[in-house]
T-cell receptor
């Protein structure tokens, strides 16, 4: 257990529905990342927050995806009008200032299945 | 970030040293080598990183060749719990706000 938690751990939804995932990073970590991982592939970067500011978004993050980090604490990732291609593991990671940005602590992930 | 090449899979006997190679022939002078692993159904876990000197921590050792074009992650006494996908990542430390770039990694299977 790294101290990063994600909720829910599993989500099954029907195509076209909206889903929202939550990530609670390690409390003193001000950097937060979202990744997506499909079967047999390594994680792919989606977006990055430093405190409450969203500083980077991957081109993988279509306009159906939105992420927030109010007050610089927990973060949410929402997918609107889900498609079957959104089925994947969604991973959250955090890292503290003062350490390498590349030393990230990952949560257990939320596994999404879109039917 | 420089490209890395890893074998898709490896086997190792329990209790033996597991040596995982990574080729990064296009690495530049300010890029570090990072290793992560991902046990089935869990998030990736940071293992170790280094620039040019060999590094050791409680989990593993990292050996980087003198020309820095390749490296080896060593798990000194592999256990069944070390079965995982191991990712080698090359990156400038603190470079850019984007996240880590994971390849497909090496699936290490520890045999009893």
């Amino acid at each position: 257990d790294t101290g990063v938690s994600q909720d829910p751990r599993h989500k099954i939804t029907k195509r076209g529905q909206n889903v929202t995932f939550r990530c609670d990073p390690i409390s003193e970590h001000n950097r937060l990342y979202w990744y997506r991982q499909t079967l047999g592939q390594g994680p792919e970067f989606l977006t990055y927050f430093q405190n409450e500011a969203q500083l980077e978004k991957s081109r993988l993050l279509s306009d159906r995806f939105s992420a927030e980090r109010p007050k610089g604490s927990f973060s949410t990732l929402e997918i609107q009008r889900t498609e079957q291609g959104d089925s994947a593991m969604y991973l959250c990671a955090s890292s503290p200032l003062g350490r390498s940005r590349e030393t990230q602590y990952f949560g257990p992930g939320t596994r999404l299945l879109v039917l | 970030d420089a490209k890395t090449t890893q074998p898709p899979s490896m086997d190792c006997a329990e209790g033996r040293a597991a040596n995982l190679p990574c080729n990064h022939s296009t690495i530049s002078g300010n890029e570090y080598v990072y290793w992560y692993r991902q046990i089935h159904s869990q998030g990736p876990q940071y293992i170790i990183h280094g620039l040019k000197n060999n590094e050791t921590n409680e989990m593993a050792s990292l050996i980087i060749t003198e020309d820095r074009k390749s490296s080896t992650l060593i798990l000194p006494h592999a256990t069944l719990r070390d079965t995982a996908v191991y990712y080698c990542i090359v990156r400038v430390e603190g470079g850019g706000a984007d996240g880590l770039t994971f390849g497909k990694g090496t699936h290490l299977i520890i045999q009893p």
